[in-house]
């Protein structure tokens, strides 16, 4: 058997791991830092998937290992679409707020919708961080809002494409030009002289 670690303190587990569930999450925790829970759990058996014997049987999109997605095209193919084409709109925070509020939702109401922690909902809807693409397409289904915007090329200027590049002079340019000129006219310009 594994060494575990406890889920609260980081000891290794000596003996056998107690299951509780503290603040609403469910942790693996060594005998000491079992006080802390309030409730125990077990943990599920593994689910048996069913194949769909239909042809019309509709699979919802799966997370790939590089952080892409699968998408199912209007004409059926399968598009994959990576995480860096995606990203989320800026003033998400506030968006998922309104929205939140505008349904009469309270924050834990908006994070057992979708299974979610209310202080992963508070800290997205304070900014603190950006949600992933999993968690704001769940907030964009719960919510109906829009979250996710397609992320655009960088404009290239058209002086980059014609080849070389506009750009202001140098200080050397303006010294040799100006030196160049000076020898042209002869010593007009020369004040040293006199």
């Given at each position: 058997?594994?060494?575990?670690?406890?889920?609260?303190?980081?000891?290794?587990?000596?003996?056998?791991?107690?299951?509780?569930?503290?603040?609403?999450?469910?942790?693996?925790?060594?005998?000491?830092?079992?006080?802390?829970?309030?409730?125990?759990?077990?943990?599920?058996?593994?689910?048996?998937?069913?194949?769909?014997?239909?042809?019309?049987?509709?699979?919802?999109?799966?997370?790939?290992?590089?952080?892409?997605?699968?998408?199912?095209?209007?004409?059926?193919?399968?598009?994959?679409?990576?995480?860096?084409?995606?990203?989320?709109?800026?003033?998400?925070?506030?968006?998922?707020?309104?929205?939140?509020?505008?349904m009469g939702l309270t924050p834990e109401d908006l994070g057992k919708r979708i299974g979610e922690k209310e202080s992963v909902i508070k800290k997205v809807e304070?900014?603190?961080?950006?949600?992933?693409?999993?968690?704001?397409?769940?907030?964009?289904?719960?919510?109906?809002?829009?979250?996710?915007?397609?992320?655009?090329?960088?404009?290239?200027?058209?002086?980059?494409?014609?080849?070389?590049?506009?750009?202001?002079?140098?200080?050397?340019?303006?010294?040799?030009?100006?030196?160049?000129?000076g020898r042209s006219l002869g010593d007009e310009g020369d004040n040293s002289s006199t």
């Amino acid at each position: 058997m594994p060494n575990l670690q406890c889920d609260v303190c980081g000891r290794e587990i000596i003996g056998e791991p107690k299951r509780v569930i503290i603040e609403g999450a469910k942790m693996t925790v060594c005998s000491e830092c079992a006080k802390l829970g309030s409730g125990s759990w077990e943990p599920e058996p593994p689910k048996t998937r069913q194949r769909a014997a239909s042809k019309g049987a509709v699979k919802p999109p799966a997370i790939k290992d590089a952080g892409a997605q699968r998408k199912k095209a209007a004409s059926g193919s399968i598009l994959t679409v990576t995480s860096e084409e995606i990203e989320v709109i800026e003033g998400f925070g506030k968006l998922i707020k309104q929205a939140r509020e505008k349904m009469g939702l309270t924050p834990e109401d908006l994070g057992k919708r979708i299974g979610e922690k209310e202080s992963v909902i508070k800290k997205v809807e304070g900014g603190k961080i950006v949600p992933d693409i999993r968690l704001a397409t769940k907030l964009e289904h719960a919510l109906k809002i829009k979250l996710l915007k397609k992320v655009s090329e960088p404009k290239i200027e058209e002086t980059a494409l014609m080849g070389k590049p506009r750009r202001e002079p140098t200080l050397g340019e303006i010294v040799h030009l100006r030196g160049a000129k000076g020898r042209s006219l002869g010593d007009e310009g020369d004040n040293s002289s006199t």
